[in-house]
């Protein structure tokens, strides 16, 4: 290798081991980058938070359908689950001997009848008689106290043709009201009575459904302690609450709180507690399950998406952005109810903090950031 080519080499090399220098000294003198991320400042907002509660339905009235009278089932008129009237007939039982009472009666009126009628005229016939002295006044009082037994007999009569149509009328069973028709049992020529065990049917009257269900201790307190000085106003100033069905589509029927129990369950903790819905189009059955639905407003809360907070150690922290530009980890706690995807917080932050909306979780305390602040309508467009 001549000399010349040697330097050449050697030029290269430095020229080289230069550009690399100044590249690490480049990238050690450069300032790190600073990550842009969205906030928002908070301010009072309100919304709805709902709290569900499993139910079961039971009509207004479930009433029992039992015989009056004994005899065998002769006529079945409805099927089960049929929507009954009030006086509508459902069975038909079989019992001649109240028809043969009825004719009895009908016989022994028309008996008591032709007796009172002759003893109407022995009076008529001995009255002027007495009144002229032929006879004496005995034989008229004689006469009268005749005439008021068969007066009397055609009363006892009447009383028994009434007694005869009653027990009659209740070989024909109705509905005692509007409702709808539970199972039958009974099959036609069955032996009946008022001492049978089990029921003909039973009517449901589901004009109104009552909800049932259990509440405990502190979210009882927590929905009445602002309603009012008694229970009863209480009860009154609840808000109307609503139905979600089995299939979790909303019932189009509000409802209404009509009673608390008095006694909380020493072993559940829990009061049970009433609500009424209409039910006008029958479309709630006794026996249900469903849930009731109770709102609760929250006005000037400060409300906050569930994705800016992150949990650690079982504490629940957002992300708060200092006037400095970097951050700061907030402890803080919010209602148990949600308001959709956002929470209520009850401490720990206040209106005019500006906290970070999103990757809080990997965001470390201290970190300086770039904040693109969002516009409230924008975060809580969904919010209600």
Do not use: W
């Not at 050697?10 to 690399?20: N, Q, R, T, W």
């Not at 109240?98 to 009172?116: F, G, N, P």
């Not at 009569?157 to 009659?168: D, F, G, P, Q, Y």
């Not at 569930?306 to 949990?311: L, V």
């Amino acid at each position: 290798m001549n000399k010349q080519s040697f330097l050449s080499i050697l030029a290269a090399a430095f020229i080289i081991a230069s550009c690399g220098k100044n590249d690490k000294s480049a990238q050690a003198g450069g300032a790190p980058q600073i990550k842009e991320y969205k906030t928002v400042t908070l301010q009072p907002e309100s919304a709805t938070l709902n709290s569900d509660f499993p139910a079961s339905i039971q009509g207004q009235q479930n009433i029992e359908i039992r015989p009056r009278v004994e005899g065998y089932i002769d006529k079945i008129f409805v099927d089960e689950g049929a929507v009954v009237k009030a006086g509508q007939p459902l069975f038909k039982i079989s019992a001649p001997e109240y028809e043969q009472q009825v004719r009895t009666a009908t016989a022994s009126i028309k008996s008591a009848q032709a007796d009172l009628s002759a003893a109407k005229l022995a009076v008529n016939k001995v009255k002027p008689l007495v009144e002229k002295g032929i006879i004496s006044k005995y034989d008229l009082e004689s006469a009268q106290y005749t005439y008021e037994s068969a007066l009397a007999a055609l009363a006892q009569a009447n009383a028994a043709l009434v007694n005869a149509k009653v027990n009659l009328g209740y070989t024909t069973v109705t509905s005692p009201v509007n409702g709808v028709v539970g199972s039958i049992p009974f099959r036609l020529g069955s032996l009946v009575s008022s001492n049978t065990t089990e029921p003909l049917t039973t009517v449901s009257s589901i004009g109104n459904v009552y909800a049932y269900f259990a509440m405990n201790e502190k979210s009882l307190l927590n929905f009445t302690k602002d309603a009012g000085a008694s229970l009863n106003q209480k009860l009154k100033n609840m808000p109307a609450v609503s139905l979600v069905l089995s299939d979790g589509s909303a019932y189009d029927q509000k409802g209404h709180i009509e009673t608390v129990n008095g006694l909380i369950n020493t072993e559940t903790g829990t009061v049970n507690v009433r609500a009424r819905f209409p039910n006008p189009k029958g479309i709630i059955r006794s026996g249900s399950s469903t849930t009731v639905r109770i709102p609760k407003e929250v006005k000037a809360g400060i409300i906050i998406p569930q994705s800016a907070t992150f949990e650690l150690q079982d504490k629940m922290f957002a992300v708060v952005l200092g006037k400095d530009g970097k951050t700061r980890n907030a402890n803080i706690t919010v209602l148990e109810n949600t308001a959709g995807n956002y929470y209520v917080v009850t401490s720990g932050l206040q209106a005019g903090d500006q906290i970070v909306l999103e990757g809080v979780a990997s965001l470390k305390e201290g970190t300086e950031i770039k904040a693109h602040n969002q516009s409230p309508e924008t975060v809580y467009a969904d919010l209600k």
